[in-house]
């Protein structure tokens, strides 16, 4: 107590930002919503930002001291609809700046197609077309599309022929009709030889000795020796296998066919 008597000073304090915003929010929260109390302190949270960004600019402004000379266009002005002292007003900024650009570029667009360009002297050619076919080209054309733009006419065109294209392609891929049939008259005469040694020989065993054959066959004539023909071919030939072996050993020298002459091993063609 005797220390607390000697303690006069009392400072005067007044609410803090903070404290007051928070017990503005109390108040507020059991009458407001959430999202309205949100809504309102973004909103201000943005004003103070756009305050601060204008202060920002108007100090960046102030300092800023060059003004440039613009010269006025009497053509402008007149395009623009205004007289010569509106036009220097308006240069001067009080008018649409906008409307300054779309004035001077079409006074530059005006001024260049007012102007020959020296590419354009050049062409001097004009083709004469005959009134005949122009008179084709009208017939040819579609009537639905007489009145439409070039690119439009083009595009109908390539989607026309990319449907035909489709529809031809579809015909091709479809069932096989008595009218393809009878267009069809070849008919392959096929020996009974394939049939049987299908029959009674493995697919890879007979790839694999066609393609030892076809080996041996290429070795012989880079060597210059002439390989016997298969008895079974030499038969279907000559008619009766006696023919077939007579043939067979004048070609191999007078040796039959399967036996050694000069080789363990005899390999037909």
Not at 28 to 38: A, F, Q
Not at 92 to 99: A, C, I, L, N, R
Not at 151 to 163: C, F, N, S
Not at 198 to 206: C, E, H, K, M, W
Request: aromatic share 6%.
């Amino acid at each position: 107590m005797r220390i607390s008597s000697s303690l006069t000073f009392k400072p005067a304090t007044t609410p803090s930002r903070v404290r007051s915003h928070l017990e503005s929010s109390s108040a507020m929260s059991g009458s407001v919503p959430v999202y309205e109390r949100l809504s309102m302190s973004a909103q201000k949270k943005r004003a103070e930002l756009d305050a601060a960004r204008k202060r920002k600019e108007d100090t960046e402004r102030a300092t800023c001291t060059f003004k440039p000379n613009l010269s006025a266009s009497k053509h402008s002005a007149r395009l623009v609809g205004i007289s010569s002292s509106d036009h220097d007003r308006s240069v001067e900024g009080s008018s649409d700046p906008y409307t300054r650009l779309y004035a001077h570029a079409l006074e530059r667009v005006q001024r260049l197609q007012e102007e020959p360009r020296p590419e354009d002297l050049g062409c001097t050619f004009k083709p004469a077309i005959s009134s005949v076919s122009r008179r084709i080209s009208e017939t040819m054309r579609d009537p639905s599309t007489v009145d439409l733009p070039r690119h439009y006419m083009l595009y109908e065109d390539g989607l026309q022929k990319q449907q035909a294209r489709s529809m031809e392609a579809a015909n091709k891929g479809g069932a096989i009709t008595e009218d393809d049939v009878a267009n069809c008259t070849f008919h392959p005469a096929v020996s009974p030889l394939p049939a049987h040694t299908a029959a009674s020989i493995p697919v890879y065993d007979r790839l694999y000795e066609n393609a030892r054959a076809k080996q041996i066959t290429l070795a012989a004539a880079a060597s210059g020796v002439v390989l016997p023909t298969s008895p079974v071919y030499m038969q279907e030939r000559f008619g009766s296998e006696e023919a077939a072996h007579s043939e067979a050993a004048s070609r191999t020298g007078g040796a039959p066919p399967g036996s050694s002459a000069g080789s363990k091993e005899m390999f037909y063609i």
